[in-house]
């Protein structure tokens, strides 16, 4: 078996790289055969992985880096159309947030998760993750999101974070996740509510003129830790999806996060909390949003999201 590396060395400040210098002599030592490519700008791996033929059962591809990178690597292998089947994915974490290493307990040590997705890769042991497919209505573009996907105030909270020259400086201090909170706590202040509506499979409808935002979620995780979809399950076939309005007063407002940050808040009248295949996403006001933690410029939403399910070997 021959391993493609494919390492975004930004990931985690440096993290990434780090990680990877461990491994490659752990490989160098046990004569594994293997690539290495070290991504040079956003959206590099996405466009090595959405051009490439990478169906050669004799290969196996294995990402090295946070949630963006697998985010990439995800909508690279799904947008390419040379390969007709799907190539199972290996993931070592080396991101700041990881939400998807912290919901799987992901090891931190590059060689032990190398070990497990060689095993894995050799005996044909995927985990089959579901995936979120959100098309975009008036364009048709499609977009895949593995952890989750929210418009309004986590968006531009993730718009502030990864923007912010704090996330720079707290990365480099290992405290990357603190910079979504404080990124949070300014977009409190900015953002406005909007209207919002929401169909789901079974044709019922949510819908609010004082949205705060929505989150669509395989993953209860959000921005480094924060529990934000408690029962969020990746394997359950079924996306998680909160829409909340926007609290009537401060105080209100600092009760709910509370609730939030104790992962009970969906009993709140602010909170509506639904479970489905598949749903229509309207806005009418133009809006950030975020997939995976990336930021995408504000727009008006007509969107519909499904889910595919895709194997992933970690
Ligand atoms: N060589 C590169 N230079 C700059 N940015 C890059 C490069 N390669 C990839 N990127 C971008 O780096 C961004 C951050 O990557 P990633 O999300 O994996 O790390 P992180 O932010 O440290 O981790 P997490 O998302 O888990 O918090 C992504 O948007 C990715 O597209």
Known sequence: MKYIFLVNPIAGSGRAKRKWRILQQYLIEQSFDYEIYFSKATGDIQKRLGNQDYTDPQQSII???GDGTLHEAINGVLHNVKIAQQIPIGYISAGSGNDFARLY????DPVLAFKRIDQAMKYRQFKMIDIGKYTNQQTSMITYFINNMGIGIDATAVHFANDSQTKRWLNKLHMGQWSYLIAALKSLVKQEAFEIMVEDANRQQIRT?????VTIANNPYFGGGIKILPDADPTDGLLDIIIV??????FR???LLGALFRGNYYQYSEVNHIQTKQMILKTTRSEYSHLDGESVSPQIFDAKIQLIKYPICF
């Open 63 to 65: 990402i090295m880096g």
């Open 209 to 213: 003129q004082k949205g705060y935002f």
């Open 105 to 108: 307990s992901l090891s931190n």
């Open 253 to 255: 407002l600092i009760w």
């Open 245 to 250: 309005d926007k609290p009537q007063h401060i």
